[in-house]
């Protein structure tokens, strides 16, 4: 099973700041990753898919980078409905895919 | 607009079996590049994948939960099912349905139910 994590697991930023989320995996996923964001009491909602790219109504702030095993989330300027749960999911085992612990971004 | 809706019993006794449905609306379950999923979310174990189901009744399941788990699909009421049997308190937990594309080079799961909160106690 191909091992997710992420870094920080609490991250207190305040609006308008950069938020920087890493995500580690044990071995090789090439860019098969995705992001989710999970606001408290919500469902989780795709954000970022292939490493990469941005799912359908995210907006720019949000930036995906990475490949093989180091991959980062970037919100770039901090908005108040930003703060949240994110995770991370490795696709290259699909459908076996697995999911980081998530970093909590939450406002300081 | 796809939604997806899931339901059940909120309470099972433990060593009893955990029923639930998903019930997709504004869409067709039997198209033919999805596949359909349960994930579950606890405080202990996070997110995990429990398994999917294509349209024509093709299944996969997390190697974990293989032992007890059923999914199901009933194309003709654009809806799908999930059976998980000899429950513990381990298996207390959000329980998420949600859509997905086919292969590793699919975009994620999209979009989620709104997800149901199953308790395993006597």
């Known amino acids: 099973e191909i091992v997710l994590t992420q870094s920080p697991a609490t991250l207190s930023l305040s609006p308008g700041e950069r938020a920087t989320l890493s995500c580690r995996a044990s071995?090789?996923?090439?860019?098969?990753l995705a992001w989710y964001q999970q606001k408290a009491g919500q469902a989780p909602r795709l954000l970022i898919y292939?490493?990469?790219n941005r799912a359908t109504g995210i907006p720019a702030r949000f930036t995906g980078s990475g490949s093989g095993t180091d991959f980062t989330l970037t919100i770039s300027s901090l908005d108040p409905e930003d703060f949240a749960s994110y995770y991370c999911?490795?696709?290259?085992?699909?459908?076996?895919?697995?999911f980081g612990g998530g970093t909590k971004v939450e406002i300081k | 607009q796809l939604q997806l809706q899931e339901s059940g019993s909120g309470l099972v006794r433990p060593s009893q079996t955990l029923s639930l449905t998903c019930t997709v609306s504004g869409g067709n379950i039997s198209f033919g590049s999805t596949s359909w999923s349960w994930i579950r979310q606890s405080p202990g174990k996070g997110l995990e994948w429990i398994g999917h189901?294509?349209?024509?009744?093709?299944?996969t399941y997390n190697p974990s939960l293989a032992r007890r788990v059923t999914i199901s699909v009933d194309t003709s009421k654009n809806r799908f099912s999930l059976r998980l049997t000899s429950v513990t308190a381990a298996d207390t937990a959000v329980y998420y349905c949600a859509r997905d594309d086919i292969g590793a080079s699919g975009k994620g799961f999209d979009p989620w139910g709104l997800g149901t909160l199953v308790t395993v106690s006597s």
């Open positions: 071995q090789s996923v090439g860019t098969y």
């Open positions: 292939e490493a990469s």
């Open positions: 189901v294509y349209y024509g009744g093709t299944t």
């Open positions: 999911q490795q696709r290259i085992d699909w459908p076996r895919s697995t």
